[in-house]
């Protein structure tokens, strides 16, 4: 038998990776360069077309004037050489069948080439046709350059990773009849769905992933705001920075080699969310012998809570992370009561290994990587887990992300595209500007102090922000007196990070300060920010996207439901619009609640310590967010909101088998 499954294993992994080979092409990243002698630079655009025609969402600003436009974390390269300008525009690791220029006011073109790791392509410009009348578009490729055609050996390799976890998948489902005992394939279908109660397990999973696709239909192919799109394009274009952890472009890369659309990442977090909620409430009810009845409404709330409905088809790294912070939680929880019941988790080489990656995957938040010693202390701690696992847990991922920082990093060339002073900005950045406007403010220099601040922003610019837990101004630059802190100098960058760690000492009760504004706000009172959704809307009239804005590539927003899309964007809006006690935000969006929840369950340590343990989690990674949260945004917290959910059926069932007892 063991023979039948590797070769069952083997089959599906020699399919997946000629299907994944076969569908993917292999295009090396490439960079068109536009020289211009004369003309209207500020309307020219370059649009291209990988597939699906030349379309608004697919084109990117030929020049740059006045100001540096941000772009993948680095801006558009534009200089000028003499009469010429030169703009260097990075294309998508796509086919790339064509090229346009358009012009609103004419442009004169003087080359355009190609480059990539196989060298230069010049591409022929008739001298007749160089020139581009106002109003018209000139077609300048018909067809990718060959020499940027090339087997891709990073997504050789991932393609080759993929093929191995379906095979590993197919392995495993081939065992299941021999692993759960069963005479044959009839018997072992009916013992997975129907015995030992699981029916209701796959009740509730099929009514909480119905209820929740729903949204996915309304929101189609998902939310994102511009950071998560950041990933999405890293993904497309194979160029990483890590000012968001990049192991969310990596994950984005290769999902995309399964189903290239946000939707199917908005359907992961779906099935991932489903089937995580749906086996809690089945395990308390299966265990606790608790009825259906006293866990409904807390079912009912997460089933139609409307920021895990929204959540559940936004795209933000956020999202995987509460899903993750719920089932380490709840892992926690689950070996705690099993132990106490006499049948402990028993944890195998195989199984450390396997949740590994679910570990380093906290790691999507820099702010999260002390969990990765942290999370298997706590099992070790409780005695969940035998001590000789735990470090096992702790070294096999600390090493893998050992491995990621110090070897994924340079081969991708990551570590050419990260700037710690500016990734460091969104922890610190806020409660310096909060230090530095304020009139308690302490400095044996302040005059000099306030000079080095100045050459970031104005603190006549700072004190006329309406909310200064706005981070645009880390951007773009605002003629108003704001400079983009990523177009700062690296000598200012450094001076204002120093500026920063020699006045925090003697002004801590000014961060501080800052710190507990922005944790309170983000619990859902007042101030809070709300994203926006980045994918350009289709038209009324056709594919044109209502947003003209000239991004790279970006997946058109087109709900598969325009009523469901209607009902769902007036229940968020509804809803997150603050207005006191008995407004929407106050009951579908305060985390105060739960919070509270966790704190008095960690305080009952003595009669529920696996409650408490669950809460425990949670709130140490609260403490390491109060340190290090950018801004009052909801989803930073949102895992906060998904454990408020669970806590009181987990409490129920620890009361009740203790009880029992």
Not at 19 to 31: D, G, I, Q, R
Not at 159 to 184: C, K, M, S, T, W
Request: charged share 20%; with cysteine; proline share 5%.
């Amino acid at each position: 038998m063991r023979k039948t499954n590797l070769t069952i294993a083997l089959s599906v992994f020699v399919l997946s990776f000629a299907c994944f080979f076969l569908k993917n092409h292999y295009y090396l990243p490439s960079t068109a360069e536009i020289i211009v002698g004369s003309g209207n630079r500020e309307e020219a655009f370059l649009f291209w077309d990988s597939g699906k025609g030349f379309s608004e969402y697919e084109k990117a600003p030929l020049f740059v004037t006045g100001r540096k436009i941000m772009r993948f974390g680095e801006p558009l390269l534009t200089r000028t050489e003499g009469v010429l300008t030169v703009s260097r525009i990075p294309l998508p690791q796509l086919p790339i069948r064509a090229l346009k220029i358009e012009a609103a006011d004419g442009l004169k073109l003087e080359s355009l080439a190609m480059e990539s790791a196989n060298g230069r392509v010049d591409l022929p410009l008739q001298r007749a046709r160089t020139g581009i009348d106002k109003g018209r578009e000139m077609v300048v490729l018909d067809g990718i350059p060959a020499s940027t055609v090339h087997l891709h050996p990073l997504l050789f390799t991932v393609h080759l990773l993929l093929a191995l976890i379906f095979g590993y998948l197919a392995y495993e489902l081939a065992g299941v009849r021999e692993r759960f005992n069963q005479p044959d394939w009839r018997s072992t279908l009916a013992f997975i769905f129907f015995r030992d109660g699981h029916w209701l397990f796959w009740d509730l999973f099929t009514v909480s992933f119905c209820v929740f696709s729903l949204w996915l239909l309304g929101q189609w192919p998902g939310v994102t705001d511009q950071d998560a799109l950041w990933n999405w394009q890293q993904s497309i274009y194979l160029d990483f920075h890590n000012y968001q952890p990049f192991i969310y472009s990596l994950f984005f890369l290769f999902a995309r080699q399964v189903w290239d659309s946000p939707a199917f990442i908005a359907l992961l977090q779906i099935t991932a969310m489903s089937a995580l909620g749906s086996y809690i409430f089945y395990f308390v009810m299966k265990y606790g012998r608790v009825r259906f009845i006293c866990i409904l409404p807390f079912y009912a709330a997460f089933l139609l809570s409307i920021p895990v409905g929204y959540f559940n088809v936004t795209i933000l790294k956020d999202v995987p992370f509460a899903i993750l912070m719920i089932f380490w939680a709840f892992l926690l929880y689950y070996a705690g009561y099993r132990k106490m019941i006499g049948k402990p988790v028993i944890f195998t080489l195989k199984g450390i290994v396997l949740l590994s990656p679910a570990l380093v995957f906290c790691t999507l938040r820099h702010s999260a990587t002390p969990h990765l010693i942290v999370i298997p202390l706590l099992f070790a701690l409780s005695k969940g887990m035998p001590v000789k696992r735990a470090i096992q847990l702790a070294a096999t991922s600390i090493a893998i992300v050992f491995v990621a920082l110090h070897g994924v990093v340079n081969v991708l060339c990551v570590q050419e595209k990260v700037d710690y002073r500016y990734g460091a900005l969104t922890a610190y950045g806020n409660p310096l500007i909060a230090m530095v406007t304020n009139k308690y403010f302490w400095s044996p220099n302040p005059k000099e102090d306030i000079a080095i601040f100045e050459k970031w922003m104005t603190l006549d610019y700072v004190k006329a922000m309406q909310d200064k837990s706005d981070v645009d101004f880390w951007w773009s630059d605002d003629d108003t007196g704001g400079l983009a802190f990523c177009n700062l100098p690296k000598k200012e960058k450094d001076d204002i990070f120093r500026l920063y760690l020699r006045r925090m000492p003697d002004n801590l009760p000014l961060i501080l300060a800052e710190r507990v504004q922005t944790f309170v706000t983000n619990l859902g009172f007042y101030g809070q920010q709300r994203h926006w959704n980045v994918f350009p809307s289709r038209g009324a009239y056709g594919d044109e996207p209502t947003d003209k804005r000239g991004s790279a590539y970006c997946p058109l927003y087109s709900p598969k439901s325009a009523w469901l899309n209607k009902i769902q964007n007036k229940l968020v809006d509804k809803s997150w619009d603050y207005r006191g006690i008995r407004g929407g935000r106050f009951i579908f969006w305060n985390m105060s609640v739960p919070l509270v929840l966790l704190i008095v369950a960690f305080l009952l340590n003595r009669w529920l310590p696996l409650s408490a343990l669950f809460s425990l989690l949670i709130l140490l990674d609260l403490f390491f967010l109060f340190a290090a949260m950018p801004s009052a945004q909801y989803r930073y917290m949102y895992f906060l909101h998904l454990a408020g959910f669970f806590i009181i059926p987990l409490a129920i069932l620890e009361i009740a088998s203790r009880t029992k007892r």
